[in-house]
């Protein structure tokens, strides 16, 4: 039984919500998403709420409630206030800066990287050293942030590296130097 499947999914009164078959469009000031429903869920619309129900009643459906209320909430949340990554670059000489739709990363490598940022995704750099990436799609969001930290992953010894804000990289010790 999912209980995060069962909540209601409250529709401000900015976002427009439609359903076409297994088709869901949600438009609001930020943007406009779609997705496809799985076959085995279906949403009711009433007074600007939306409910996921099951047209089955088994385990992999239970799971498949859920995940596409959680899916659906995202969306609504996304074209009403968006959402926001932020990365933190950490190391003598790391610096990061954006051009256009281009993020310019300096990560100790003896080139600069150029990482294209995909349509829907926009970034700004405070201080060199702080990256915000902000979009409505949360997984287009997160798949993008992941892509960035994994161009210099931060290493353990004295934290160098892309880590996002709210991570704790756990140190090592190093070497003692006895004899």
């Known amino acids: 039984m999912s ?28 943007g406009k998403l ?18 996921v129900s099951k047209k089955i009643e088994d385990k992999k459906t239970d799971a498949l409630q859920g995940l596409t209320r959680s899916l659906v909430a995202n969306m609504v949340t996304g074209v009403n206030a968006g959402f926001q990554r932020i990365l933190e670059v950490n190391g003598i000489g790391y610096r990061a800066a954006v051009t256009g739709n281009v993020l310019a990363l300096s990560l100790g490598y003896s080139h600069p990287i150029n990482f294209d940022l995909p349509d829907g995704i926009t970034a700004t750099v405070d201080k060199t050293n702080a990256i915000t990436l902000s979009g409505i799609d949360k ?41």
Do not use: M, W
């Open 3 to 30: 209980r995060i499947g069962k909540k209601p999914i409250p529709i401000p009164d900015k976002v427009k919500f439609s359903l076409a078959g297994n088709q869901i469009t949600v438009q609001g000031d930020k």
């Open 139 to 179: 997984e287009l969001l997160g798949r993008t942030a992941a892509k960035i930290r994994q161009l210099r992953s931060p290493e353990p010894y004295k934290g160098k590296g892309i880590k996002y804000a709210e991570e704790h990289i756990q140190r090592k010790a190093g070497k003692t130097g006895t004899k």
């Open 34 to 51: 779609t997705h496809c429903l799985h076959p085995s869920v279906e949403l009711q619309i009433e007074g600007g709420v939306v409910t």
